[in-house]
Structure formats: structure tokens, C-alpha cells
């Protein structure tokens, strides 16, 4: 009986050996799978904040690519529109002194009457339109009055002059009343227009700087 004691120790102490062994290195598998998912799991994140960084920086860039076109295109237009107005209110100031020298015509009995119109000028009609689209509302409405006005001297010119010069032409006096509104309407107009013209320089150096 003494005898066979030691051989059942034996095989207990090897079976616990090899079930230590076993959990061990089950143990050491497990330890090694985590470390190795823990690892893959940081270079990941890694690359997805360096993707990210990327990612970021290439939307900046984009963004700031955006700016610039909308900044330049905003200046062409804006350039473009102030070419107009310019036009506009110069074609505005040659019929504004046509329409002086037409005066200066028609309040004088001795002095041959201009033609209407000189050649080169833009339809009253047509600088009308323009001046309703791209003209201060301040300078559209000044220029709405003289037209009146010139429109309402010509018609006192046909229908009620003041007397006929000896070239047989009607003339009206310097004093006459719608002569008078007739020329305040062109000095208020001027005024109108030196104030767009100002501004339309502003924008110019605005975009200039």
C-alpha cells in the first residue's frame, strides 16, 4: 500500500504540472491576442487621425481656394458694374450739355437753333432705362425731373412761345418760368452726378486696396 502512494502523487503532481501548463500558456495566448488587437487598435486610430489631419487640411485648402475665386468673381462683377454706371453717367453728362447749349439756343431771338439731337448721343429713352437699373435711386429720380422739365420746355417751345427770332425760329425768355425749372433740374442733376461719379471712385480704390 505504501508502495503505490508515491506513483499516485507522481501522476497528481504531473497532472497538475501539465494543467498549469496548459492554463499558462492558454493565459499567455490570451495576453498575447489582446496586446495584439490593443496594437492593431492604435496604429487604426492612428491612421484614422492622420487621415483625418489630411482630410482636414485638404478641406482647407479647398475652402480657402473657394474664397479666393468668390472674391475675385465679386470684384469682376463688381468692376464690371462700376464700367457701366461710368458709361452710364457720362453719356448722362453729354446729354446734360446738350441740352445746356439747346438753352442757350432757344433763350436767344438772334442765335440759329442747334439741331435736337447731336450725333453719338444715347436716346433720352434708352439712358432712362439704364439709369433705372444701375443708377442711384436719388440720381434716378433727379433725372426723372429734368426730363420732365425738357420735355415740358420743348412743348412750350412748339405750342407757347415767347416770340419768334429773326432766323423765324420760336424762342423762349431767359426768365421764363419752365426755362428757370428747366435749369434747376440740370444744377441739381450735376450735383447728382458728381456724388455718383465720387462714389463709383471709391469703389475703385476700395477694390484697388
Not at 83 to 93: F, I, K, P
Not at 111 to 118: H, I, K, L
Request: a negative charge; one cysteine or more; aromatic letters at 8%.
Amino acid at each position: 500500500m505504501s508502495s503505490t502512494a508515491p506513483v499516485w502523487v507522481s501522476f497528481l503532481v504531473t497532472g497538475i504540472v501539465v494543467a498549469g501548463s496548459i492554463v499558462t500558456t492558454v493565459l499567455t495566448l490570451g495576453s498575447s491576442k489582446r496586446r495584439e488587437a490593443e496594437r492593431w487598435q492604435r496604429e487604426r486610430e492612428r491612421e484614422d487621425e492622420r487621415w483625418q489631419r489630411e482630410r482636414d487640411r485638404e478641406n482647407e485648402r479647398w475652402d480657402r481656394e473657394r474664397e479666393m475665386d468668390t472674391l475675385r468673381w465679386d470684384r469682376q462683377k463688381a468692376e464690371q458694374l462700376r464700367q457701366r454706371r461710368v458709361a452710364l453717367y457720362v453719356d448722362m453728362a453729354d446729354h446734360l450739355q446738350r441740352c445746356e447749349t439747346s438753352i442757350d439756343a432757344i433763350t436767344d431771338p438772334y442765335w440759329v437753333a442747334p439741331s435736337q439731337r447731336r450725333e453719338g448721343l444715347v436716346h433720352p429713352e434708352q439712358l432712362l432705362a439704364h439709369t433705372r437699373l444701375l443708377a442711384p435711386q436719388s440720381l434716378f429720380s433727379s433725372w426723372l425731373t429734368f426730363t420732365r422739365a425738357e420735355n415740358l420746355v420743348d412743348f412750350v417751345l412748339r405750342e407757347n412761345p415767347d416770340g419768334i427770332g429773326i432766323e423765324q425760329h420760336s424762342y423762349l425768355n431767359d426768365d421764363n418760368p419752365y426755362v428757370q425749372e428747366l435749369k434747376e433740374a440740370i444744377a441739381v442733376l450735376h450735383r447728382e452726378l458728381r456724388a455718383a461719379m465720387a462714389v463709383t471712385d471709391q469703389v475703385l480704390i476700395g477694390g484697388l486696396a
